[in-house]
């Protein structure tokens, strides 16, 4: 900081938490030296050239100036009641499942349902990130479907991707237990019907191009204050996916360029969360006081596929120094309310699924690195461009 001329963050909560904690007494300082930047993605490779259909019916409805501006993407909400553009929307996902299916099944012999929900989490394996939060809730619909086999159930396969450092031990366990559980749920012949777990293995750039234009839900459920922006939630957005998350990183901004209608946040804000840190978290109220959590973590108990995950299960309990760190269980419910309203929706109103889809096209181009680089280069960097 005293050695820079200007410090940003990458988000604009990223850059609140800098200036209000992180760095405050700098900031007392040298106020002048601190902005904002939210990061942003390479719309050319990961629209144009990882979505090809999705970019050749841009380039019918609203030309082909977006591929150099990308803040024209604006113009495809005006799209968002045409039924036969939502239609192209909802055939293009439903191809892009199709050929992720036949590549991961031409690459592992795994088969997937291309008629089920594509819920993806691709990103770093760390606990702040919640997979295993993402975990607990699969666990409990396979409860679910268990105790009622014959209920309706819209099918769902989760896709995770992630690599964990070498040393990280937690994290290659939160990877075990995503195996593990899609091995024991395909391996159930009832619940198979409904429910797929598939761990990528080598998960990388090649296998994103292919699956993030897939993808029908984007998880971004880290806990709120520790995510500085991310980028794979722009990649979702922009290919039409909706997203879970909490108030986190750049899904703030998100938010507010989509409509709150338009992507589905849930949990603990980031003051909230150090509002409860301050005040002493208790992940055993959670437990005590929800029957459905004590059913999941006596599951982890018992385990899957011939495995406990007892130590995972102790670590949400009694962990040393704080049990459950990243406040999974204090978020479940709110999370497990919002996993079945977009459920819901996706079974039952089709229509405005795709409109949302759309409108997330429309309202993701803020988030290319284009505006992102000359962000840097007009207000950090004192570039002019070579068009001036």
Not at 144 to 164: R, Y
Not at 349 to 361: A, E, F, T, V
Request: charged fraction near 20%; hydrophobic fraction near 40%; aromatic fraction near 10%.
């Amino acid at each position: 900081v005293i050695g820079c001329h200007s410090i940003n963050g990458v988000s604009k909560l990223h850059s609140d938490i800098l200036v209000k904690s992180i760095f405050h007494d700098f900031y007392a300082m040298y106020p002048e030296r601190f902005c904002n930047v939210t990061n942003g993605i390479a719309h050319r490779r990961w629209l144009c050239y990882s979505n090809p259909e999705l970019a050749g019916l841009l380039d019918e409805t609203i030309g082909t100036g977006y591929r150099h501006n990308p803040i024209e993407l604006n113009n495809f909400a005006k799209y968002a009641e045409d039924d036969a553009v939502l239609s192209r929307v909802r055939a293009i996902k439903h191809n892009n499942k199709i050929n992720f299916s036949n590549m991961l099944y031409k690459k592992t012999g795994k088969l997937i349902d291309t008629h089920s929900i594509f819920d993806v989490q691709i990103k770093r394996l760390h606990e702040y990130k919640r997979q295993l939060l993402n975990v607990l809730n699969i666990i409990g619909l396979y409860l679910d479907i268990k105790d009622n086999p014959n209920a309706d159930f819209q099918p769902i396969t989760f896709l995770f991707g992630a690599k964990a450092a070498s040393g990280y031990y937690h994290a290659k366990r939160i990877i075990n237990l995503i195996y593990c559980l899609g091995k024991h749920i395909a391996n159930d012949p009832v619940a198979r019907e409904k429910l797929a777990v598939v761990f990528l293995e080598d998960y990388n750039v090649s296998l994103a191009e292919a699956l993030i234009p897939a993808a029908e839900i984007s998880e971004q459920i880290s806990m709120a204050g520790k995510e500085a922006s991310g980028t794979g939630n722009m990649k979702f957005m922009i290919n039409g996916a909706l997203t879970i998350g909490t108030l986190d990183g750049a899904n703030v901004e998100m938010s507010e360029k989509v409509g709150k209608d338009n992507i589905f946040i849930f949990g603990l804000k980031a003051d909230e969360v150090s509002e409860i840190w301050h005040n002493g978290y208790s992940a055993s109220v959670y437990y005590n006081n929800d029957p459905m959590l004590r059913k999941i973590v006596e599951a982890l108990i018992v385990g899957f596929n011939g495995e406990s995950f007892a130590d995972i299960a102790n670590y949400l309990l009694t962990g040393s120094p704080i049990a459950d760190p990243y406040m999974c269980m204090a978020d479940f419910q709110s999370y497990l309310s919002t996993q079945q309203a977009t459920s819901n929706l996706y079974a039952t109103d089709k229509r405005s699924w795709n409109q949302k889809s759309l409108l997330n096209i429309s309202a993701a181009g803020y988030f290319s690195a284009d505006r992102s680089i000359t962000e840097y280069a007009e207000n950090i960097w004192n570039l002019k461009s070579l068009h001036d």
